[in-house]
C-alpha cells in the first residue's frame, strides 16, 4: 500500500522568496517519486522525478527535490520563485503492480506567486 | 509527436446518457491509465492497462468501463452517467516503471 500526504492546498510566495512544497510518503517498498505540475485547464507536466539514484533530484524550471528515506518525504523547492510559476503542483508514488505503475496521488498544492 | 491526445475536450451529457471518451497515445508505450480528477481530492484511478488485452480496476471503477483497443488506443466508457460523474478526466500512459504522460483532459458535466 503506499500513498502521499501533501502539507498545505494553498501556499502563497512573493516573486523572487524561496518556493517549500511538501510532500509526505508511504510505501511498503522502494518507492519511484514524482513531481507533476498543473497549469490551469490544462494536463500533468512532470516537472522531476527520483528513481533511487540520486537523493537530490533537479528537474525543469528550476525546482529541484530531496529524497530523505529517513524522514519519508520528498520536498519541492525552487530558490527564486517567478510569477510563471503559479500553478497546482502534485506528489505522486509509484509502486509496480505486475507490469503497471499505479500512481498514488497527493491531494496537491496550489502555488499563488504575488509581486 | 502528438503524446497521449483525448477526445473530447469538453461534454455535457443528461443522467441517464452514455458516452465513450477515447485516449491515443503514440509513444510505444505498453501500459495505459485513466484517472479522474475532482477539486480537493487528486486523481483518483479509475481503470489500467498494463497490457495489451489486459485491463484492471483502479480506485474508483464504478460506473465505467474500459476496453484497451490496441496498443496505441484505451477507451472509457460511462454506460449511464450519473452527477457525481461530473469531474475532468485524464488519460496517462508509461514505460514501467518510469513516469505517466498525460493528455490534456476531458471536461464532462452531466446534469
Known amino acids: 500500500a503506499q500513498s502521499v500526504t501533501q502539507l498545505g492546498s494553498h501556499v502563497s510566495v512573493s516573486e523572487g522568496a524561496l518556493v517549500l512544497l511538501r510532500c509526505n510518503y508511504s510505501s511498503s517498498v522502494p518507492p519511484y517519486l514524482f513531481w507533476y505540475v498543473q497549469y490551469p485547464n490544462q494536463g500533468l507536466q512532470l516537472l522531476l522525478k527520483?528513481?533511487?539514484?540520486?537523493?537530490l533530484v533537479k528537474g525543469i524550471n528550476g525546482f529541484e527535490a530531496e529524497f530523505k528515506k529517513s524522514e519519508t518525504s520528498f520536498h519541492l523547492t525552487k530558490p527564486s520563485a517567478h510569477m510563471s510559476d503559479a500553478a497546482e503542483y502534485f506528489c505522486?508514488?509509484?509502486?509496480?503492480?505486475?507490469?503497471?505503475?499505479?500512481?498514488?496521488f497527493g491531494t496537491g498544492t496550489r502555488l499563488q506567486v504575488t509581486l | 509527436n502528438a503524446g497521449v491526445t483525448q477526445t473530447p475536450k469538453f461534454q455535457v451529457l443528461k443522467t441517464g446518457q452514455s458516452m465513450t471518451l477515447q485516449c491515443a497515445q503514440d509513444m510505444n508505450h505498453n501500459s495505459m491509465y485513466w484517472y479522474r480528477q475532482d477539486p480537493g481530492m487528486g486523481l483518483r484511478l479509475i481503470y489500467y492497462s498494463a497490457s495489451e488485452g489486459t485491463t484492471d480496476k483502479g480506485e474508483v471503477p464504478n460506473g465505467y468501463n474500459v476496453s484497451r483497443l490496441n496498443k496505441r488506443e484505451f477507451s472509457l466508457r460511462l454506460e449511464s452517467a450519473a452527477p457525481s460523474q461530473t469531474s475532468v478526466y485524464f488519460c496517462?500512459?508509461?514505460?514501467?516503471?518510469?513516469?505517466?504522460?498525460f493528455g490534456p483532459g476531458t471536461r464532462l458535466t452531466v446534469t
Open positions: 527520483y528513481t533511487s539514484a540520486a537523493t
Open positions: 505522486a508514488v509509484s509502486g509496480l503492480t505486475g507490469t503497471a505503475s499505479k500512481l498514488t
Open positions: 496517462a500512459s508509461s514505460t514501467v516503471p518510469y513516469e505517466q504522460y
